[in-house]
């Protein structure tokens, strides 16, 4: 839009602006079409014109144009303008034409030469004599001025027909005028015209050249509002955001007071999914995984740890699991674990427990680097009757009769001062008995503590007895530290009856007691205690009140030698008649 700007070629030379285009004298290509509206700049700030004519393009410097009267001045910057008329009035030079209405007769005058006279006739059909004439040539209106100008002893060369004065062309003066080229269309647009980029057919196009239509240039109340407004929504926005972290902070807060609450007044709390996985900071670190689900680790707060479980295969309907959670939630002891909270949202099923830094006493029974650790007969006395007054409170201190059925080193977790925790009670209940989804290490593992008549109904009904076995066979593998299953069979599963047991308390002592004679008592205690508690007969094995009586006693001898099922002599359980040698090969019924 530079055809928007008024454009000079110099001071004191004409405006030029439509139908006039300004080009450099260098790229007089690029002046589109019509080319004879053209002009260009010298060095020197004159505005220069060609016209072309029959004999060629001739340069004329134009002083003035009058776009009122589509009238301009031009001069030849050779100072030989008559010349120059002579070959314009010999040709076209279209779109222009002499600006006069005048019919006169000019005369030519030659002052220094006369040696193209002969060409005084023939110069107005001839060409080629018109070129060969020389400056200076001098022009005279009439006879008067013939003797004014001194040309009396000149030569004249011929006369012609013009429409202007000669006295013009002596100084160096001509006026052309050009058709009018209408802009009105335009301009009633408001609009300014131009010619159109087209270089076959001149035509001319509208373009706006005023304030709002140049390049836009916001005012600056509209910057200041605009830079405002942005300020005003990025605040609005840090606004919310800190009003939602607060919010959050606040709503977290409430949820950690009605934990609290929870906690102190001992109920579970209630966690949505979204809080289980901001618990275990996106289930980071796994503790474990079981039978039901895996274990991770979280964090309450800075100081209460948890182990959340989640739960794979849970059972019925939410509704179910939420009234179970809550019953098992009621349950505290100081060696069971407690349940914190639960989660029951669609699928996902999850429980909260407390963190036991030492985790499980298998472990501890059995390294799993081969290690040999031994924790001492005191310690693994305290444990056994911490096991053994946490499966009396779910025998006998609830509202009803809880069976644990899973009571196994795994299942047993210890705390900082070794203080144990059984755990996992309840969760048969929680999650579906779905026997094909409990992967085989984990039935392998449980299943040299099932007491034979959950394996199968020929040994009799499951009752409370049925976690006396699973915890005696936990006290004989803390005392002898080894495995009561042969699991070198994955299809048929030998339950390895502790003869062991009985040839070391019939025989030798020799795991691991020390010579002192009090460990030698604990390990004896342990053994005996354990052997009662894995009669085959639910009816011959003790009580847990007894089996705490018995842990709890200092008088020894009160404590008699359970007889060795395998020596028939022995036994004790004539009804049995003979009871299968072992390894003894136990068929699980379908239920
Ligand atoms: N409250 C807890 N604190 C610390 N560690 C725990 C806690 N609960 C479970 N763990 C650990 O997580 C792992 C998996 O426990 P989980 O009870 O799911 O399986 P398990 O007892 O090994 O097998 P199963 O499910 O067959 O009884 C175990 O290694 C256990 O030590």
Redesign the pocket.
């Known amino acids: 839009h530079d055809q928007c700007r008024e454009s000079y070629c110099g001071p004191n030379q004409p405006l030029i602006k439509f139908p006039f285009q300004i080009v450099k004298e260098s790229s007089q290509d690029q002046c589109v079409y019509p080319k004879e509206f053209c002009l260009y700049c010298t060095e020197n700030k004159k505005t220069m014109i060609v016209l072309s004519t029959s004999s060629g393009p001739i340069k004329f410097h134009v002083s003035d144009i009058d776009y009122e009267s589509h009238s301009m001045s031009i001069s030849d910057p050779d100072n030989c303008l008559p010349k120059k008329f002579l070959i314009l009035n010999n040709s076209s030079f279209r779109p222009y034409r002499f600006d006069s209405e005048l019919d006169i007769k000019i005369f030519f005058f030659n002052c220094f030469s006369v040696r193209k006279q002969h060409l005084r006739n023939q110069y107005q059909t001839s060409q080629e004599s018109q070129d060969m004439i020389t400056c200076p040539i001098y022009v005279a209106d009439s006879d008067e001025d013939i003797v004014d100008l001194d040309l009396l002893s000149c030569t004249k060369m011929f006369d012609v027909n013009a429409s202007m004065m000669g006295s013009d062309l002596r100084y160096n003066f001509l006026r052309l005028s050009w058709p009018k080229q209408s802009c009105a269309k335009c301009e009633s647009k408001g609009m300014k015209c131009k010619w159109m980029n087209n270089t076959t057919k001149p035509g001319i196009e509208c373009f706006y050249c005023n304030q709002k239509h140049k390049k836009f240039q916001p005012p600056k109340a509209l910057i200041f509002s605009a830079i405002g407004s942005i300020i005003l929504g990025m605040g609005t926005i840090v606004f919310i955001k800190i009003y939602l972290h607060f919010r959050e902070k606040e709503e977290d807060q409430v949820r950690i007071d009605k934990f609290l609450e929870d906690y102190r007044a001992q109920k579970p709390a209630r966690f949505s999914y979204s809080d289980i996985k901001r618990i275990t900071s996106g289930f980071k670190e796994k503790?474990?995984?079981?039978?039901?689900?895996?274990?991770f680790?979280g964090k309450l707060s800075s100081e209460i740890l948890?182990?959340v479980?989640i739960l794979n295969n849970t059972q019925g309907e939410g509704k179910e699991f939420i009234t179970e959670v809550e019953i098992m939630g009621k349950i505290h002891h100081i060696n069971v674990?407690r349940l914190l909270g639960f989660c029951a949202e669609g699928v996902h099923c999850a429980l909260v427990?407390?963190?036991?830094?030492k985790?499980?006493l298998?472990?501890f029974i059995f390294p799993p680097d081969n290690k040999d650790y031994f924790m001492g007969w005191e310690k693994l006395q305290q444990i056994s009757t911490g096991i053994a007054k946490a499966i009396e409170y779910l025998h006998e201190g609830c509202s009803h009769p809880i069976i644990h059925f899973?009571i196994?080193p795994?299942?047993v977790?210890l705390d900082d001062s070794f203080t144990p925790?059984i755990?996992?009670f309840g969760?048969a209940k929680l999650c579906a008995k779905n026997l094909s989804i409990?992967s085989m290490t984990?039935a392998r593992?449980?299943l040299g503590y099932m007491a034979p008549e959950v394996v199968s109904r020929n040994f009799g009904n499951v009752s409370l007895k049925s976690d006396i076995y699973s915890y005696g066979m936990l006290l004989l593998e803390m005392v002898g530290g080894r495995k009561n299953v042969d699991s070198s069979s994955a299809e048929d599963l030998h339950v390895l009856y502790p003869e062991w047991i009985h040839n070391l308390l019939e025989g030798d002592i020799h795991i691991n007691v020390e010579d002192e004679v009090g460990n030698a008592k604990i390990a004896r205690k342990l053994a005996i205690v354990g052997l009662w508690c894995i009669q085959w007969q639910p009816m011959n094995r003790p009580s847990i009140k007894t089996v705490i009586q018995m842990l709890e006693t200092e008088d020894d001898s009160q404590l008699t030698f359970p007889p060795n099922p395998f020596h028939s002599t022995n036994s004790i359980t004539s009804s049995e008649g003979s009871l299968p040698r072992r390894p003894l090969k136990m068929e699980a019924i379908q239920e």
């Open positions: 503790l474990g995984e079981g039978a039901h689900g895996s274990v680790k948890v182990a479980k674990v427990y407390n963190f036991f830094s985790g499980s298998q472990s899973d196994n795994r299942n977790l925790k755990s996992d969760l409990v984990a593992g449980t």
